[in-house]
Nanobody, 120 residues
Framework: QVHLVESGGGLVQAGGSLRLSCAAS????????MDWYRQPPGNQRETVAG???????TYADSVKGRFTISRDNGKNIVYLQMNNLKPEDTAVYYC??????????????WGQGTQVTVSS
């Protein structure tokens, strides 16, 4: 099994910053893609940003220029640096990871989520 634990959420004023972390642990042979999603109140889950093992990144248009995703392959951690936060960034943020277990079985795991609230 592969477990993901997010941290770093909280309450911040508009214009402020937060850094989310997501640590992956368990029977990991290779961690390929790590992504951040979010689910605003009353809305569906949406993609925020993703990063490949080689460091290629993708971002939702709504966060480009404000959010930066990065990862530490040695520690199996992915980060999301969020700057210039806006009230519409308020959501539960989830980490997702895909790769191979030590049994060479593909996995697709989710964290429990961390709340980010941006006040105006």
């Amino acid at each position: 099994q592969v477990h993901l634990v997010e941290s770093g959420g909280g309450l911040v004023q508009a214009g402020g910053s937060l850094r989310l972390s997501c640590a992956a642990s368990g029977n990991i042979f290779r961690l390929d893609f790590m992504d951040w999603y979010r689910q605003p109140p009353g809305n569906q889950r949406e993609t925020v940003a993703g990063i490949s093992r080689g460091g290629t990144t993708t971002y939702a248009d709504s966060v480009k220029g404000r959010f930066t995703i990065s990862r530490d392959n040695g520690k199996n951690i992915v980060y999301l640096q969020m700057n210039n936060l806006k009230p519409e960034d308020t959501a539960v943020y989830y980490c997702n990871a895909r790769g191979l277990t030590t049994s060479i079985v593909r996995f697709d795991s989710w964290g429990q989520g961390t709340q980010v609230t941006v006040s105006s």
